[in-house]
C-alpha cells in the first residue's frame, strides 16, 4: 500500500473517528443537562459547544506538542471562520429566531472578544505562555454568563424521586464523555499524521492544511449539529453552539496549547488571517436582529461567499 494512500485512509479515519467521538460526547453531556436541568444556552453553548470543539481541542494540542504551530493556530482559525461563514450561512437558510435573551449585549461581547484578543495577541507572530494564559482568563466568566442566561427550573418532586434512581443513567453519561474524549484524542493524532504525510507528499503548504483540511474536518461536528438543529427548529440552539465553540476554541484550544506549548504562527497569519477572523465575527452581529426571512437567506448567501474567499486566499 503507497504512504499516500495510507496517510489519505489516516485522515479519513481521523475525520470520521471525531465525528462518532463528538456524537458519544455530546450525548453524555445532554443526559447530564437534562439531569440538573441546565438552560440551553448553557447546553448549546458549553456543552455542545464543548463537545464540538473537542476535535479542534485534541489537534491543535497535539500539533503544539509536535511543534507544528502553524497547524495548531491554522486549525483554530479555519474552524471559527468555519463555523462563521460556512456554518452559518447554513442554519440561515432555515426558518431562523432568536429569542430576546440571545440577542442580549452579552452574547455580542462573546462573539467578539475571542477573535478581538486573537487579532491582539497574534501580531507579534507568536503565542507565548502569558498570552496562553490571558486565553484562559476569560473561560470561567464565560462560563458563568451561560449559566446565568437562561431561567432553570426547579424540578418537581417526581423528577428529583427519578434522579435518585437513576445513578446508571448518570455514569452512563460520563461514560460517554470519557470514551468520547479518548477517541477524539486517537481521531485527532491520527489527523495530524494523515496531514502531514499529504503536506509533504503533495508539497502542500501548512497553513493550508491547518486552515482548510484540519480545519474542514474538525469543524464537520459543528456543521452537522447545526443542520441538525436547524431540521429540528432548534436553530437557537444552534446559534448558541456556533457562538460557543467560537469562544472555546480561542479561549480554551488556543489558551492550553500556548500556555502548555509556546508557538509561532505564519506572517500570513498574523495579519491577513487573524484580519480576516474578525471580520467574519463582525459579520455574525447582523444575525442577532435579521428578522425577515429574505435577509436571512441573503446574508447566509453572504457569509457563504465569505468562506470561498477565505479558501481562495488559502490557496
Not at 85 to 108: D, I, R, W, Y
Not at 170 to 182: M, N, R, S, W
Request: with cysteine; aromatic share 12%.
Amino acid at each position: 500500500m503507497s504512504v499516500f494512500l495510507i496517510d489519505f485512509l489516516k485522515l479519513i479515519a481521523s475525520f470520521v473517528s471525531m465525528i462518532v467521538a463528538a456524537d458519544i460526547l455530546i450525548k453524555g453531556a445532554v443526559i447530564l443537562s437534562e439531569k440538573f436541568n441546565l438552560p440551553k444556552a448553557f447546553v448549546g453553548a458549553v456543552f455542545v459547544g464543548l463537545g464540538t470543539s473537542a476535535p479542534e481541542l485534541f489537534a491543535s494540542l497535539m500539533s503544539a506538542y509536535l511543534g507544528e504551530g502553524v497547524l495548531a493556530a491554522g486549525n483554530v482559525m479555519g474552524s471559527n471562520i468555519f463555523n462563521s461563514t460556512l456554518v452559518m450561512g447554513a442554519c440561515l437558510f432555515f426558518p431562523f429566531h432568536l429569542s430576546k435573551a440571545e440577542k442580549s449585549v452579552t452574547n455580542l461581547i462573546w462573539v467578539l472578544l475571542p477573535a478581538a484578543m486573537l487579532w491582539v495577541f497574534i501580531r507579534d507572530g507568536a503565542f507565548s505562555i502569558v498570552e496562553g494564559v490571558l486565553f484562559l482568563t476569560p473561560l470561567p466568566f464565560f462560563l458563568y454568563s451561560m449559566i446565568t442566561s437562561g431561567v432553570v427550573e426547579e424540578p418537581d418532586a417526581e423528577i428529583l424521586e427519578e434522579s435518585k434512581e437513576s445513578i446508571k443513567i448518570v455514569l452512563k453519561a460520563v461514560a460517554f464523555i470519557v470514551f468520547g474524549a479518548l477517541f477524539l484524542a486517537v481521531g485527532a493524532n491520527l489527523g495530524i499524521q494523515g496531514s502531514l504525510g499529504l503536506v509533504d507528499y503533495f508539497g502542500i503548504p501548512k497553513a493550508f492544511a491547518g486552515a482548510i483540511i484540519i480545519a474542514a474536518g474538525t469543524g464537520l461536528p459543528e456543521l452537522v449539529t447545526t443542520v441538525v438543529a436547524g431540521l429540528k427548529k432548534e436553530t437557537d440552539l444552534a446559534f448558541a453552539n456556533i457562538m460557543g465553540s467560537n469562544a472555546l476554541n480561542i479561549f480554551l484550544v488556543l489558551g492550553l496549547s500556548s500556555s502548555l506549548f509556546p508557538f509561532k504562527v505564519s506572517q500570513e497569519m498574523a495579519t491577513r488571517d487573524s484580519f480576516y477572523l474578525f471580520g467574519v465575527a463582525l459579520m455574525l452581529l447582523p444575525v442577532l436582529v435579521l428578522s425577515k426571512r429574505s435577509l436571512q437567506l441573503a446574508w447566509g448567501g453572504a457569509l457563504l461567499m465569505a468562506y470561498c474567499t477565505f479558501f481562495y486566499l488559502q490557496l
